[in-house]
C-alpha cells in the first residue's frame, strides 16, 4: 500500500546551518507531495507541496523537488532559525480512486540552537 | 479565515465517561477529516465526510467511536465509554473539493486524557 519514510529525528543543528530531512514514499501511479510543519500545542500547517515529478514546491526559504526515478521528496534549507524548531511531517495524497487518502511518515522533530 | 476551529484544546476525563470532541471546519470546504495523533502510532486516519455524509470510517478504533456531521459547519467525535488508551491529540482538518491537488487544513486538536 501506500506509505511515506521519512528520518527519525530529532535533528539538532546551530543556527544557519544547512537542513536536509529525508522523505521516501512508496505509492503506485503518481501521488501529490506535501511537506507539513506543527509547531508545540497546534496543528500541522501546510509547509510546501507539488504535484508531479520534478516539481518543486518552495516556501520560507525551504524546498523540496518532487523525484520519480528516487521516489524522494527530501525538505532542504539552507540557513535554518531558530524558529524553525518544530516537527516535520511529509504526506503523500494517494493518486488512486480514494484522493482522500492522505499518508502521513512519522515526524521528524528539528530543534535549532541560536 | 479563522481556519479550523475545534474545542476543547484541553479534555481530562475518567475511564468510562462520555467525551465529546467539536469541530468547526473553514467554510466553503467539502470534506471533513478526523485524525487521531499518538507517539506510538503517528497520525491514523479516523473518518472522513464528504458534504456531510460520511465517506470512510475505516479507521475508527471499534464501535466505542462515532463521528457525525449534521450540517456543513460542525462535526462531533464521540467516544462512550472512554478508555486510558483513547488518550491521545485529536485532529479535525478540512479542505475544499474544488481543485484536485487542495491540502489539508488543521486544527490546533484536543489533547484527551482518560484516567
Known amino acids: 500500500g501506500d506509505s511515506v519514510t521519512q528520518m527519525e529525528g530529532p535533528v539538532t543543528l546551530s543556527e544557519e546551518a544547512f537542513l536536509t530531512i529525508n522523505c521516501t514514499y512508496t505509492?503506485?501511479?503518481?501521488?501529490?507531495l506535501f511537506w507539513y510543519v506543527q509547531y508545540p500545542g497546534e496543528g500541522l500547517q501546510l509547509l510546501l507541496k507539488?504535484?508531479?515529478?520534478?516539481d518543486k514546491g518552495s516556501n520560507k526559504g525551504f524546498e523540496a523537488t518532487y523525484r520519480k526515478e528516487t521516489t524522494s521528496f527530501h525538505l532542504e534549507k539552507g540557513s535554518v532559525q531558530v524558529s524553525d524548531s518544530a516537527v516535520y511531517f511529509c504526506?503523500?495524497?494517494?493518486?488512486?480512486?480514494?484522493?482522500?487518502?492522505?499518508?502521513f511518515g512519522s515526524g521528524t522533530k528539528l530543534n535549532v540552537k541560536p | 479565515d479563522a481556519g479550523v476551529i475545534q474545542s476543547p484544546r484541553h479534555e481530562v476525563t475518567e475511564m468510562g465517561q462520555e467525551v465529546t470532541l467539536r469541530c468547526k471546519p473553514i467554510s466553503g470546504h467539502d470534506y471533513l477529516f478526523w485524525y487521531r495523533q499518538t507517539m506510538m502510532r503517528g497520525l491514523e486516519l479516523l473518518i472522513y465526510f464528504n458534504n456531510n455524509v460520511p465517506i470512510d470510517d475505516s479507521g475508527m478504533p471499534e464501535d466505542r467511536f462515532s463521528a457525525k456531521m449534521p450540517n456543513a459547519s460542525f462535526s462531533t467525535l464521540k467516544i462512550q465509554p472512554s478508555e486510558p488508551r483513547d488518550s491521545a491529540v485529536y485532529f479535525c482538518?478540512?479542505?475544499?473539493?474544488?481543485?484536485?491537488?487542495?491540502?489539508?487544513?488543521f486544527g490546533n486538536g484536543t489533547r484527551l486524557t482518560v484516567t
Open positions: 504526506a503523500l495524497r494517494s493518486p488512486g480512486g480514494n484522493f482522500n487518502k492522505f499518508y
Open positions: 505509492a503506485t501511479g503518481y501521488p501529490s
Open positions: 507539488a504535484t508531479k515529478a520534478d
Open positions: 482538518a478540512s479542505r475544499e473539493g474544488g481543485s484536485y491537488n487542495s491540502p489539508l487544513h
